[in-house]
């Protein structure tokens, strides 16, 4: 990955789409399924406690899908599948500053639902778009906690 270390100037502020989030009401069911189809296992799970889900990737060339199953009541995983059913919850989107993005997309017009960075799956920091800012589209731009932490003065 190119290192920019201009602040400021930078027009483009996603790099590449990182990965795809799936809700699922199953993650076990998800798993079989998914690795029957993409004929591969998925690499990892992982709860994150903070968001009330559990997740596991699989990884596609160079984007990953991340499933997504509510791990309580409240999670935005349980409220999202309530009302619109299992599938495309997310696109995330890689950047490689996601304080400087989120500054970004705020003076673009863009709805943040979280606006400091929060700990996310896989390694990363991450920050969702509300999707009625985004063609309905729920958004999340992350960053790998080590890029974060390697590129901080
Ligand atoms: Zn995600």
Request: net charge negative.
């Amino acid at each position: 990955m190119q290192k920019v270390s201009s602040l400021g100037t930078k027009l483009i502020i996603m790099e590449k789409l990182e990965h795809i989030g799936i809700a699922v009401r199953s993650l076990d069911k998800a798993n079989d399924v998914f690795s029957k189809l993409l004929g591969a296992l998925h690499y990892k799970t992982e709860v994150v406690e903070s968001e009330g889900v559990r997740t596991s990737f699989f990884q596609l060339g160079g984007v990953k899908l991340e499933f997504l199953e509510a791990t309580r009541e409240d999670s935005p995983i349980a409220k999202f599948i309530e009302k619109r059913g299992e599938g495309i919850h997310h696109l995330a989107f890689e950047v490689s500053d996601l304080k400087q993005s989120i500054e970004q997309c705020r003076q673009k017009g863009f709805e943040l639902i979280n606006d400091t960075p929060k700990a996310g799956a896989d390694n990363k920091m991450i920050c969702f778009l509300h999707p009625k800012s985004t063609a309905g589209v729920l958004v999340e731009l992350c960053q790998e906690i080590d890029a974060i932490s390697s590129s901080s003065h």
